[in-house]
């Protein structure tokens, strides 16, 4: 147990379609991350949001926005989906602060989205 | 982030010790060494991280070669429950709290009985 929840478990969308994940953050975490991974790979960076404000992202394309809320929970949203966006989709949160050496990440059980 | 070069899999009896290898031969001298694992259908979870000393916790010890480029995630007692896939992760903090986990395929460790 992480203390990081994520929602749904599983989901089924047609191409074309928008789809939106949900992620609860540990309590006391300002920093959450999240991450893509097809099936026999490892997890891919997306992006990372600190205190709201996206703070680094990978190469994913615009279709893949996410947000922070206050209580630093957190969304991703997918856009216009495709067949190859089918894989798990991990949360991580982590407490970030200036000039630390970057933290433990502690991740969610993970989102498995298909598209159909 | 530098890359890491991992076996693709291992096995390890129950109860010995698991020594897992990991080469990071362009790693800068900023960058930290993390150990996460992944138990099948779970999400990953963090084991030990560090910079050039050893370090040891709970879960495993992490061995750093003195020149950085290699490191060793020692578990000492392996059990069932161990079987998973390990990665090796060289990453930094770029200032404030701007970091990225680049994962590579890992190593399956497979513990049998």
């Known amino acids: 147990e992480t203390g990081v929840t994520q929602s749904p478990t599983h989901l089924i969308k047609t191409r074309g379609q928008q789809v939106t994940l949900r992620c609860s953050s540990q309590?006391?975490?300002?920093?959450v991350s999240w991450y893509q991974q097809a099936l026999g790979q490892g997890p891919q960076f997306i992006f990372q949001?600190?205190?709201?404000?996206?703070?680094g992202r990978g190469n994913f394309p615009p279709r893949f926005s996410g947000l922070q809320f206050p209580n630093y929970s957190s969304e991703l949203n997918v856009n216009a989906l495709e067949l190859d966006d089918s894989a798990l989709y991990l949360c991580?949160?982590?407490?970030?602060?200036?000039?630390?050496?970057?933290?433990?990440?502690?991740f969610g059980q993970g989102t498995r989205l298909t598209v159909v | 982030d530098a890359k890491t070069t991992q076996p693709t899999s291992m096995d390890c009896a129950e109860g010995r010790a698991a020594n897992l290898p990991c080469n990071h031969s362009?790693?800068?001298?900023?960058?930290?060494v993390y150990w996460y694992r992944q138990i099948h259908s779970q999400g990953p979870q963090y084991i030990i991280h560090?910079?050039?000393n050893n370090e040891t916790n709970e879960m495993a010890s992490l061995i750093i070669t003195e020149d950085r480029k290699s490191s060793t995630l020692i578990l000492p007692h392996a059990t069932l429950r161990d079987t998973a896939v390990y990665y090796c992760?060289?990453?930094?903090?770029?200032?404030?709290?701007?970091?990225?986990?680049?994962f590579g395929k890992g190593t399956l460790l497979t513990v049998n009985p």
């Open positions: 992760i060289v990453s930094r903090n770029s200032g404030g709290s701007n970091y990225k986990l680049t």
């Open positions: 309590s006391g975490h300002n920093t």
């Open positions: 362009t790693i800068s001298g900023n960058e930290y």
């Open positions: 949001y600190y205190r709201e404000e996206e703070n």
């Open positions: 560090g910079l050039k």
């Open positions: 991580a949160s982590s407490l970030g602060a200036p000039g630390q050496g970057a933290p433990e990440a502690f």
